[in-house]
């Protein structure tokens, strides 16, 4: 069968690696071609086009960017039609997959979903054009099932992707890393700025304004791989913060505590049970435009999952001072880390057990042979 993926930005790509790779043992035959990137590339995908040229988040520079994202619509589905494809699967990235969910309903393409919009937090009015427009959905939250299948969605939740990852990670040594990476002997701080531009310009100046409370520690950034070096580097000339690519979790792994940007990282974080805090900052006129239709009790996926406080949340305003209040906890009270250690472990309980991408891969061939 012919697999046409799309997937807008880092994790997607991650995902959607590991979903081909599963769905090859599936179908040897299988042809891929994406709107992805280097990982599924490299998993045996034909990149039609790179999820760089579409980093954008908030609405602001949404609209700023529109026709951007109006061209790349149209050569999506321009490109969608010459493939031909047995399948179209979308992976997170609602804004545009869902568009592209009605093309491919309207040109008879089936359409699997994976990694459902959150629609529970906001723009519910999204659940009408999932039922119409997606042939099955995939969730990866343990709760999502629930909540679409109360809304006639066709939903499964079969487990999160992200402990096939964490799983197969093997932890370099802490004394290769730290000679690898040129660092001292200061204990570890782990900066996880997010994996946009938009989101490393706002938030990653208030951690590094933190940072400056804790002469006794080294704060590192993980850098995105769709980031250049040059990118974070102007944030970072003055300082003695250094930004390591391609090592995120080696990173987590030898870190004290972890300043993140709402998003996956902070439950990779929480997985590697490393003590976290949460933040995120738009601009003001996203913030301000989007602020009335955000209806949920947490932000970070960590405190959703678990449906209570187990890491902090820091939206918007006063951020280094209250980052810099919060890492006090988070490395000198024993009792306040040990009970956010202790949720860490049953969050990993409430995720499940790895092999998520190989139980979704079969679902999606055993439902795409079955209805032919």
Known sequence: ??????AGEPSGDLHGSNLISSM???????????????????????????????????????????????RTLKFCKQDLLEYKPDVLILIDYPGFNLKMAEFAKSENIKTLYYIAPKVWA?????????????????VILPFEEQYFKERNCNVEYLGN??????????PAETELFYN?????????IALLAGSRTTEIKHCLPEMIEASKHFPDYQFIVAGAP?????YYNQFLTGTNIKVIFNQTYDLLNQARAAVVTSGT???????????????????????????????IKFFSLVNIIMDRLVVKELLQFNLARDIKNELDLLLFNNDYQNRMLSS?????EKIGKPGTSERIAKSMYQYLISNQ
């Open 122 to 138: 906001s723009r519910k009015s999204r659940i009408r054009r999932i039922r119409k427009s997606v042939d099955k959905l995939y």
């Open 24 to 70: 090859k043992k599936q179908d040897p035959e299988a042809d891929f071609r994406c709107f992805g990137g280097d990982l599924m590339k490299r998993a045996g995908a034909k990149l039609a086009l790179h999820y760089k040229r579409m980093s954008f988040i908030g609405i602001w520079e949404i609209l700023m960017n529109l026709k951007t994202i109006n």
């Open 226 to 230: 769709s980031i250049p070096e040059n």
């Open 265 to 295: 990282a902070t439950l990779e974080t929480a997985l590697i049970r490393v003590p976290e805090v949460v933040i995120y900052k738009l601009s003001k006129p996203t913030y301000i435009i989007g602020k009335p239709f955000v209806h």
């Open 344 to 348: 860490f472990a049953q969050l990993s």
């Open 161 to 170: 992707p992200l402990t096939d990852v964490i799983s197969s990670f093997k």
């Open 1 to 6: 069968m012919k697999y046409y993926f799309i």
């Open 180 to 188: 690898k990476n040129n660092l001292d002997n200061k204990p570890i």
